[in-house]
């Protein structure tokens, strides 16, 4: 009997599951200070297939790292990355204002409306943000494309470390704990792999005993991206790394991610078929 998909709606996140196995959730983000405050979306928690979790969100250093994230730490000098003091005017919101979604054969789609706004107020540009979830035996896959609209005024995305699409991987992944960083060119851990262009760039290590990981995949119709990697845990695909990029108003950048979450190391997982049949995947949005 097939695994039936389903999805629960609550007020902060929307709850994945395969049959009766939760397995992932995506949190909206709270804007309201206190206890529940949370500057911008992420996926949280993230369990491999096995249960084991893969990524944290509480990370010892860096706590601005949550699991799985979108963010940029200077638009127009707004930071809509660095989340974890939300008095300082100089940061901003990524709100989640509009969502729906739908389940079919393909998986799980969520379609979401952010807005990146400052603290003061200020709308800088419209995001849209939709994600397939597919769920397996063996790995777990959330296809995103994130749309991003210069629909206020032009728009600068310095160059920059602290940006776009990242990762903090559980404790016992990180490099300093034993895991291994390894991308599609064969470079392996922080000292190979930070500021290299690559296909894909995955993280794993052993969790309970058993080894899972989770891959970062950019599309090659995004702009050109390097990876931004470090060995105590983190690891993002940045199209600003290198230098920075401009949206003039009226203009948009689509760009577009697959996120493999997977039992056993990259090799075991077959990571590189993965991100060839992502590529030869038909856009949905």
Same mark, same amino acid.
């Given at each position: 009997?097939?695994? *039936?998909?389903?999805?629960?709606?609550?007020?902060?996140?929307?709850?994945?599951?395969?049959?009766?196995?939760?397995?992932?959730?995506?949190?909206?983000?709270?804007?309201?200070?206190?206890?529940?405050?949370?500057?911008?979306?992420?996926?949280?928690? &993230?369990?491999?297939?096995?249960?084991?979790?893969?990524?944290?969100?509480?990370?010892?250093?860096?706590? #601005?790292?949550k699991s799985i994230f979108i963010g940029h730490a200077d638009v127009n000098g707004i930071n809509f990355f660095h989340d974890n003091n939300p008095t300082r005017l100089d940061?901003?919101? !990524?709100?989640?204002?509009?969502?729906?979604?739908?389940?079919?054969?393909?998986?799980?789609? &969520?379609?979401?409306?952010?807005?990146?706004?400052?603290?003061?107020?200020?709308?800088?540009?419209?995001?849209?943000?939709?994600?397939?979830?597919?769920?397996?035996?063996?790995?777990?896959? !959330?296809?995103?494309?994130?749309?991003?609209?210069?629909?206020?005024?032009?728009?600068?995305?310095?160059?920059?470390?602290?940006?776009?699409?990242? &990762?903090?991987?559980?404790?016992?992944?990180?490099?300093?704990?034993?895991?291994?960083?390894?991308?599609?060119?064969?470079?392996?851990?922080?000292?190979?792999?930070?500021?290299?262009?690559?296909?894909?760039?995955?993280?794993?290590?052993?969790?309970?005993?058993?080894?899972?990981?989770?891959?970062?995949m950019n599309h090659p119709s995004n702009p050109p991206s390097a990876f931004f990697t470090r060995n105590y845990g983190t690891f993002l695909t940045n199209f600003t790394l290198?230098?920075?990029?401009?949206?003039?108003?009226?203009?948009?950048?689509?760009?577009?991610?697959?996120?493999? !979450? #997977?039992?056993?190391?990259?090799?075991?997982?077959? *990571?590189?078929?993965?991100?060839?049949?992502?590529?030869?995947?038909?856009?949905?949005?």
């Amino acid at each position: 009997m097939a695994v *039936v998909p389903r999805i629960i709606e609550e007020e902060l996140r929307f709850k994945f599951y395969s049959g009766e196995a939760f397995f992932l959730a995506y949190n909206r983000g709270n804007t309201q200070y206190g206890d529940m405050y949370k500057s911008r979306p992420d996926f949280y928690p &993230v369990y491999s297939p096995s249960g084991r979790e893969v990524t944290s969100t509480c990370a010892y250093r860096y706590n #601005h790292h949550k699991s799985i994230f979108i963010g940029h730490a200077d638009v127009n000098g707004i930071n809509f990355f660095h989340d974890n003091n939300p008095t300082r005017l100089d940061l901003g919101d !990524i709100v989640l204002e509009k969502s729906h979604h739908e389940i079919d054969e393909s998986g799980i789609h &969520v379609m979401t409306h952010n807005g990146w706004i400052t603290k003061a107020g200020v709308r800088l540009l419209e995001e849209e943000r939709n994600f397939t979830v597919i769920s397996g035996e063996a790995a777990h896959i !959330i296809d995103l494309t994130s749309t991003l609209i210069a629909s206020q005024t032009d728009l600068t995305f310095a160059q920059d470390n602290h940006s776009f699409l990242g &990762v903090r991987v559980a404790d016992t992944i990180d490099v300093e704990d034993g895991g291994t960083i390894l991308n599609a060119n064969g470079q392996r851990n922080e000292e190979e792999a930070m500021g290299q262009s690559a296909d894909w760039t995955d993280y794993s290590g052993v969790v309970a005993g058993k080894t899972v990981g989770v891959t970062l995949m950019n599309h090659p119709s995004n702009p050109p991206s390097a990876f931004f990697t470090r060995n105590y845990g983190t690891f993002l695909t940045n199209f600003t790394l290198l230098d920075q990029y401009q949206l003039s108003r009226g203009e948009q950048l689509t760009q577009r991610f697959r996120i493999f !979450i #997977h039992e056993g190391d990259a090799v075991e997982a077959n *990571v590189k078929a993965c991100y060839n049949q992502f590529v030869e995947t038909p856009p949905r949005w």
